[in-house]
């Protein structure tokens, strides 16, 4: 994704410690600990947040958390929570690299993985978020039962992810290739699934367990 510098976003980060944590490596933050009862559902790559924020309104008895990495990014999301605050969803500015720093094991109940970035090199494979090396991460932070529920436009992504997730190995128990098209299956759009759907490109989706 291209990425457009945003003056003073790194300020209006820092300044709103409320609604968004800036992680640098090595800060533990095990952020769970500081949530009351309410299950954790994340999305990684979370981007401008129009996904977490439209499931936060709708579910106030789950606590939503998105993760970006990007400051220029996030700072999107966060203009939207300053001027509708909700109380069950917060930001990290952080990288997926280090969620173990993030939360606790068997803390979370539904990881998101919208629109992932897809690597296509094959010597950036292990920067893939459905690689193993991030499966074993979610193996350890999700909850028994936990989900992951991923999204895509591009295929060969989705099809590395399926063979990444069934030689893990996990169990899927919901996949298709054109969600949109399955009227059995809620759904709220990201960002770029509308981009994507106007230009008519199917969109895959698949949940998955461990
Ligand atoms: C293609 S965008 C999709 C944004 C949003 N999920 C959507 O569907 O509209 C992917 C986002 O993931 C973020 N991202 C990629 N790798 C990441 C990582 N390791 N940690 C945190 N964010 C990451 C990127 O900065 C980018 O904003």
């Known amino acids: 994704m291209r990425l457009r510098h945003v003056k003073g976003a790194k300020e209006k980060i ?3 410690p409320e609604f968004i944590i800036d992680h640098h490596k090595g800060d533990d ?6 949530i009351d009862e309410k299950p954790i559902h994340i999305e990684i790559g979370m981007g401008k947040g129009q996904f977490l924020f439209t499931l936060a309104k709708r579910n106030p008895e789950i606590q939503f958390i998105g993760i970006e990495k990007y400051d220029s990014v996030i700072v999107r ?7 509708e605050p909700l109380d069950n969803l917060l930001f990290i500015r952080g990288d997926a690299n280090f969620l173990l720093e993030f939360f606790n094991e068997n803390s979370l109940e539904r990881i998101y993985l919208t629109f992932s970035d897809p690597w296509p090199k094959n010597r950036h494979e292990k920067r893939r978020l459905t690689h193993h090396r991030f499966l074993k991460m979610y193996d350890t932070l999700l909850k028994p039962n ?3 529920h991923f999204k895509t436009d591009n295929d060969t992504l989705f099809n590395y992810s399926v063979e990444s997730i069934k030689s893990y190995p996990m169990t899927l128990t919901y996949l298709t290739h054109d969600l ?9 759009m990201t960002e770029f699934e509308e981009k994507f759907i106007k230009l008519d490109k199917n969109i895959n989706k698949f949940v998955a367990k461990f």
Not at 29 to 34: A, I, Q, S
């Open 14 to 16: 820092k300044n709103h």
């Open 29 to 34: 933050l095990f952020l769970d600990e500081k």
């Open 77 to 83: 999301a966060l203009e939207k929570v300053i001027e």
């Open 146 to 148: 936990g989900e992951i």
């Open 180 to 188: 949109h098209r399955d009227d059995t299956h809620f759904n709220v």
